[in-house]
């Protein structure tokens, strides 16, 4: 009964360093998405996945890209990290309905220095 | 782009208190829901909204669809510690892959 799965949950970087954050539900949904909190501005999109082998823009897309490297999995890749990347990244996943809910995952942690 | 505003940003209530926050949007949606997020988790869906003037309960709390379709409200009565954590308001865009826009969020600290 896992759901969403994201690793790392944690993780240090340095700027203009790169790193990959995975995430992989079990719910057979068609749909992924990358959100990033940050203080006092609830949840922004970065990039989200239709469906497979499909990937687009969300709010904020500038200094990462994506990979819906099959219907399970979607990472998310830092190419040089900014200290302005440092955020809680979320994983999510819906079903096909229109209104069915997103199903999050428990974040990756990312502090750039 | 559309606007959408939560309050209050935050709320230190004591326990078996009431609690209400809201949101409001620049435009008309057709989706309302309601998130929680416990201290170190992803949020979590309380409660789902889809018909103008809609009013919803799940346990203590009450979710209303304002009947402009601008605005939502949640209630949680009789509040307990397990209440703690923050609350986001999301409204569903109208396209077809059901991306979230969500407000900033009320964190909520219920004291003993």
């Known amino acids: 009964n896992a759901g969403v799965t994201q690793t790392p949950k944690f993780q240090v970087l340095k700027t203009g360093q790169s790193m990959t954050l995975q995430c992989a539900q079990d719910?057979?949904?068609?749909?992924m998405y990358w959100y990033r909190q940050d203080p006092g501005m609830g949840l922004r999109l970065i990039y989200y996945?239709?469906?497979?082998?499909?990937?687009d823009k969300g709010e904020v897309p500038n200094g990462y890209n994506v990979s819906r490297l099959n219907k399970r999995e979607f990472s998310l890749r830092l190419e040089s990290a900014a200290p302005s990347q440092t955020s809680v990244y979320f994983c999510?996943?819906?079903?096909?309905?229109?209104?069915?809910?997103?199903?999050f995952g428990n974040g990756t942690r990312l502090t750039v220095t | 782009g559309q606007q959408l505003n939560q309050s209050p940003q935050s709320m230190f209530i004591q326990e078996g208190e009431d609690v209400s926050m809201n949101c409001t949007s620049s435009?008309?949606?057709?989706?309302w829901l309601w998130y929680k997020q416990d201290p170190g988790e992803g949020p979590v869906l309380l409660i789902a909204?889809?018909?103008?003037?809609e009013l919803t309960s799940n346990g203590r709390l009450t979710a209303q669809f304002g009947i402009t379709r601008k605005d939502s409200f949640l209630n949680i009565s009789a509040s307990i510690p397990s209440d703690v954590g923050i609350y986001f308001c999301?409204?569903?865009?109208?396209?077809?892959?059901?991306?979230?826009?969500f407000g900033a969020g009320t964190q909520v600290v219920v004291t003993p």
């Open positions: 999510a996943s819906k079903g096909i309905t229109y209104n069915s809910p997103l199903h």
């Open positions: 719910m057979n949904h068609n749909s």
């Open positions: 996945s239709a469906s497979e082998g499909t990937t």
């Open positions: 435009s008309i949606f057709n989706t």
């Open positions: 909204l889809y018909k103008a003037g």
């Open positions: 999301a409204l569903l865009t109208t396209d077809s892959w059901g991306k979230l826009q």
